[in-house]
């Protein structure tokens, strides 16, 4: 299974989420670097569900185990590998769904895939669950990147219609990033915070789902790194945040919208700041042909509603190649975009930190 991203730090996925534990091989971390374990706590808490009926009811401690490359607190430059144990698996509410494709899912793809050998309970590989290792190698990233005066915080955008503020694309900086990154809910607004719970409460209790857009953004990342083509920052941090279940949808900068503008509206002049070039506008998202211009490093994800609703759908049984109605059983997030928050965050870690390693004077 290709759950491998190999770039300036590898990463491998691993687990199932009714397995006996899912985890992360990470690589080429650079050697000597001091990890705080407690930072990691606070940072993969965010991605735990909340007793607030905003996500699902799965009570999962999500305490990763060290198994190697961390001596002393600090990285030995070897692979660094986690597991985190599962251990509130409820794998009899997936009985009926082994062989009937729930809608939005992966049940049949991935049947078809690994002609019938994947483990489905609870989505098995392709489930949510497998964000947690990817939080915990963010996390990891995050202290690295931190050392280097690079910060990295995103926040709900928009849960269905109700919207955010927006980064200030040319100014935001590190203290406003980690003040959004502190907050139970990742808003700027406390007004948005307020309407967003309502209309995901209200689909809770509808038997519904409701999807939504993160905005990211990194500050202090250096100008000239990347690589054109292929290998661009765009294709790194997409690569990485299409690892993330639920995302249909990304853009950078001005994204969409800059196909309605002329290029004099959408063109971002240069000029001098503080001994620094710099530019007027950010429209780009901090990236040129690949290369990181200096300005923020932006972009916004899209994820769909939860697939997972426990309304009767039509369907079919694809061993019996029969049409049937399915009533999904089980725990589920009435909205993933809270908790993905964090995850995004640990895309853009992982991209930016191997970006840097690429880098022939790094």
Request: aromatic share 6%.
């Amino acid at each position: 299974m290709s759950s491998c991203f190999n770039s300036g730090v590898k990463i491998s996925i691993f687990g199932e989420s009714h397995g006996k534990g899912i985890g992360v091989v990470i690589d080429n971390l650079p050697a000597g670097e001091e990890i705080s374990l407690d930072k990691i706590g606070e940072f993969m808490a965010r991605r735990a569900p909340k007793k607030d009926g905003t996500s699902t009811t799965r009570n999962e401690k999500d305490i990763p185990e060290i198994l190697s490359g961390l001596y002393e607190n600090k990285t030995t430059g070897t692979p660094l590998a986690a597991v985190i144990y599962n251990s509130d698996q409820h794998s009899g509410d997936y009985g009926n769904i082994s062989h009937t494709a729930r809608p939005a899912h992966a049940d049949y793809t991935g049947f078809l895939r690994y002609n019938g050998a994947n483990d489905p309970r609870g989505g098995g590989h392709f489930s949510g669950r497998l964000t947690a290792p990817l939080c915990f190698a963010g996390a990891v990233c995050s202290q690295i990147l931190e050392k280097q005066g690079i910060t990295v915080g995103a926040h709900i955008k928009s849960i269905k219609n109700i919207k955010d503020e927006s980064f200030d694309p040319v100014n935001v900086t590190a203290e406003q990033l980690n003040y959004v990154k502190s907050r139970s809910f990742p808003v700027i607004s406390d007004d948005a915070e307020e309407k967003m719970r309502e209309i995901i409460n209200s689909a809770r209790m509808n038997l519904d789902s409701v999807g939504g857009i993160v905005e990211c953004a990194a500050v202090g990342f250096p100008a000239g790194t990347g690589s054109p083509i292929f290998d661009g920052l765009e294709n790194i941090i997409s690569h990485l945040v299409f690892g993330i279940p639920a995302v249909k949808g990304i853009e950078f900068g001005n994204g969409f919208e800059c196909s309605d503008l002329f290029g004099s509206e959408n063109n971002d002049e240069f000029l001098i700041k503080d001994g620094k070039i710099v530019s007027r506008t950010n429209n780009h998202g901090g990236i040129l042909g690949g290369i990181s211009s200096g300005m923020p490093i932006i972009f916004r994800v899209a994820f769909k509603p939860t697939p997972s609703i426990s309304r009767p759908q039509k369907t079919v049984d694809f061993k019996s190649m029969t049409e049937t109605e399915l009533v999904i059983k089980g725990r589920h997030d009435p909205c993933v975009v809270p908790r993905a928050v964090p995850c995004v965050e640990s895309a853009m870690n992982i991209a930016l930190l191997s970006a840097l390693l690429e880098k022939p004077q790094i």
